[in-house]
């Protein structure tokens, strides 16, 4: 289970400082921060617009790199399922 911290508030907080997303969408860059914070593996979202979007992906990733955190994986449903052993492909 993930919480919301103040280190999470904070890093939220950068990704609207650096208008990576904009103040409207405070929440979005509250789950790209609890994400970032708690170090999944990868996050998977269906929000086309205001996280998994390449241009956003990067500019997440950056502020991330700009304040000590690593990469975050950011994939929609269909590229996180995995459909059994594909060895034999």
Same mark, same amino acid.
């Given at each position: ?9 904070? =890093?939220?907080? *950068? !990704? ?14 509250? &789950? ?7 170090? %999944?593996?990868?996050? %998977?979202? *269906?929000?086309?617009? &205001?996280?998994? @979007? ?5 500019? !997440? @990733?950056?502020? @991330? =790199?700009?304040?000590? !955190? ?12 995995? !459909?059994?052993?594909?060895?034999? =492909?």
């Amino acid at each position: 289970m993930v919480e919301f911290t103040e280190e999470a508030a904070e =890093l939220a907080e *950068c !990704y609207v400082s650096a208008k990576v997303i904009g103040e409207a969408s405070r929440d979005d860059a509250r &789950h790209i921060a609890i994400a970032t914070v708690t170090r %999944v593996d990868v996050l %998977v979202s *269906c929000n086309f617009k &205001h996280i998994v @979007n390449l241009d956003r992906i990067q500019k !997440y @990733n950056s502020v @991330n =790199l700009r304040y000590g !955190y690593s990469l975050l994986e950011i994939r929609t449903p269909p590229e996180a399922i995995s !459909y059994g052993n594909e060895e034999g =492909l």
